[in-house]
């Protein structure tokens, strides 16, 4: 069974840059299609990444498209979001989510793995 661990939140202000690092452990990682969701308060959680085992395939929210990058390193069994020129309203709490099927999926209930979370605030 795969363990997801999320990594690299913290505070940040507009227009600034954060790496999120989703480290796994237990069964390998590398067959699994990945993705990025997050929660705002009062707010339901939404997509926003979500990359193919090979890393070849992406696809990204339009509210991030530009901005953020969904990359893995499947050798450190570890899948990265490196977000840039943050704004306010992407502060929210981040989840890292595998999946065993290698097909990308925008919906949260196609997942089976889920982290913990990590939280991104972003100052205006």
């Known amino acids: 069974q795969v363990q997801l661990v999320e990594s690299g939140g913290g505070l940040v202000q507009a227009g600034g840059s954060l790496r999120l690092s989703c480290a796994a452990s237990g069964r390998t990682f590398s067959s699994y299609a990945t993705g990025w969701f997050r929660q705002a308060p009062g707010k339901e959680r939404e997509f926003v990444a979500t990359?193919?085992?090979?890393?070849?395939?992406?696809y990204y929210a339009d509210s991030v498209k530009g901005r953020f990058t969904i990359s893995r390193d499947n050798a450190k069994n570890t899948v990265y979001l490196q977000m840039n020129s943050l704004k306010p309203e992407d502060t929210a709490v981040y989840y890292c989510?595998?999946?065993?099927?290698?097909?990308?999926?925008?919906?949260?209930?196609?997942?089976?793995?889920w982290g913990q979370g990590t939280q991104v605030t972003v100052s205006s």
């Open positions: 989510a595998a999946r065993r099927l290698d097909v990308l999926s925008l919906s949260d209930f196609a997942y089976d793995r």
């Open positions: 990359i193919s085992w090979s890393g070849g395939n992406t």
